[in-house]
């Protein structure tokens, strides 16, 4: 379909609700006599035509980036602007980051030859023709153009993976990478499609990780100050992985009051509770935290500190893929911090092994790793971690719950269906998704190693415009889930 004729169908179809025919004052009310499944589809099909002219929006954009280049005598230029960015904030009224956003990917649009959609899929340079370049991230631009992926996601994309390294085959590999990623974007919250995104980025080059982390090392910092009040100020700037333990430190000891599990022992459910009621804010509370880790330092012991829940900082690396070492002796590794999947590079994965060991947790091609069947009720500690390697979160679509926040939910009930306790079973969920799925009638599915189905409730199959409510898979969030679910039809990328 043709853009404006697509552009004027979406919004013929928005104008089609004869109940938004009222003054824009009066809209929210007119909105508010509308019943819900009504509601709904009005928000799809306002979204579906907002996406069409953000499609022009950073279209246009990219061009008046194109028209700027020229120092002073460019399009931005001679309108008085320092920049296209400017120029673009000014018109639209939004703020820098939004207006730096769609000149960025405006401009990303505009790379390489433009799309001749005459062409057939194997149309290339006539006899004597020099081949255009190839560009990596076209499909990505071409999805973005086709309204398949958003802006915001085509940026989380593009910015995420980064450019390839100048070695050969590389944007080949990056090509596909983006394609797989854009296949995953629809439905996915774009926090989660740009941190997947710079975990494949960091697996396709790991000498790139170890550079990328090296600068954040180095800035690493610690700084007090008091105030002409007389208040006393810190600012810390942290490196990758003492922020991970920092994190983990607050998630220990906060857990329960931030929506994670509430423990299974009396006394444990007991401290839970007890902090939930706590009149103290999480500020405060984190900071008096952080006072009793200094004194702990010398006069307590941890359990006196965190009690059962001790904090602590596990990475998770493919065994199969720690490559050889560079010039420095450094590992060619990737690993992902378990909440997070955060990067590391092979240097923090070798200090790591030092100090704390490792546990070897062996899946197979579905990424199911042991079972332990009937004979116990709850999941054991190693079968916990080997959830969080193969889940990466909560499962729910669109949670970003990581794995310490969640809850190992069994797919079959173990008395309804009297289920087993065995990993293909069972899956992450927060404590929120968990018990809605429990109180609101949803079901969690798995036939033999397909994947686990989110099924909504029955009751409400036609709620919405008469049509059946939709079964979702649900897909993995771990930032090693390439190691066993490589994109179809590629078991080879890999070593592309």
């Known amino acids: 379909m043709r853009f404006l004729a697509e552009l004027a169908s979406r919004a013929e179809t928005v104008a089609g609700h004869g109940a938004l025919d009222v003054e824009s004052a009066a809209l ?42 020229a120092p002073h005598g460019g399009l931005a230029g001679t309108l008085g602007h320092r920049s296209p960015v400017t120029l673009v904030q000014e018109i639209t009224g939004g703020s820098r980051g939004e207006a730096s956003r769609t000149v960025r990917v405006g401009a990303a649009l505009l790379e390489g030859p433009p799309a001749d959609p005459d062409a057939g899929p194997e149309a290339g340079p006539g006899d004597g023709a020099v081949a255009p370049p190839f560009v990596w991230h076209r499909g990505l631009r071409d999805a973005m153009l086709c309204g398949t992926v958003t802006a915001a996601q085509h940026d989380a994309i593009r910015r995420g993976l980064g450019d390839p390294r100048d070695c050969a085959g590389a944007a080949e590999v990056w090509a596909i990478a983006a394609q797989q990623l854009t296949e995953e974007a629809p439905g996915m919250p774009v926090e989660e499609l740009a941190k997947r995104a ?160 490792s546990v070897v947790v062996t899946v197979d091609g579905c990424g199911n790793p042991l079972d332990v069947g009937r004979e116990q009720r709850l999941f054991s500690g190693k079968q916990r971690m080997a959830l969080a390697v193969r889940d990466g979160g909560c499962l729910w679509p669109g949670c970003d719950r990581p794995p310490s926040y969640c ?51 029955r009751g409400r199959a036609g709620d919405r415009q008469g049509r059946a409510a939709e079964d979702t898979v649900l897909r993995s969030k771990s930032p090693v889930r390439w190691a066993w679910d490589p994109p179809p039809d590629r078991g080879g990328w890999r070593a592309a």
């Open 28 to 69: 929210p009310a007119a909105l508010r006599e509308m019943p819900d499944d009504a509601v709904i589809a009005l928000l799809e099909e306002a979204s579906a035509l907002i996406g069409c002219a953000e499609r022009l929006r950073v279209a246009v954009a990219g061009v008046i980036a194109e028209r700027s280049a």
């Open 407 to 457: 809850e190992a939910h069994h797919a079959d009930h173990w008395a309804e269906d009297h289920g087993r306790t065995d990993i293909d079973r069972g899956v992450l969920l927060c404590r929120f998704h968990h018990l809605l799925l429990h109180n609101q009638g949803w079901k969690i599915s798995r036939e033999g190693a397909g994947p686990f189905v989110l099924h909504p409730p």
């Open 198 to 357: 710079r975990a494949v980025r960091d697996v396709l080059d790991p000498v790139g990780a170890e550079e990328r982390f090296a600068p954040r090392f180095a800035g690493r910092g610690f700084r007090t100050w008091t105030d002409a009040d007389g208040v006393h100020h810190a600012r810390i700037d942290f490196d990758d992985e003492a922020y991970a333990w920092v994190q983990s430190i607050t998630d220990a000891a906060l857990r329960p009051r931030r929506g994670g599990p509430r423990f299974m022992t009396d006394a444990e459910r007991t401290q839970a509770d007890d902090l939930v009621n706590d009149p103290r804010t999480n500020e405060q509370l984190t900071y008096d935290l952080m006072m009793d880790i200094l004194r702990a330092g010398a006069l307590a012991s941890t359990e006196d500190v965190f009690g059962a829940r001790q904090p602590g900082v596990r990475l998770v690396v493919v065994k199969d893929a720690v490559g050889p070492r560079d010039p420095f002796g450094r590992l060619l590794a990737v690993g992902h911090v378990e909440d997070g999947g955060d990067a590391v590079p092979g240097s923090v994965l070798d200090r790591a092994l030092c100090d704390t060991g």
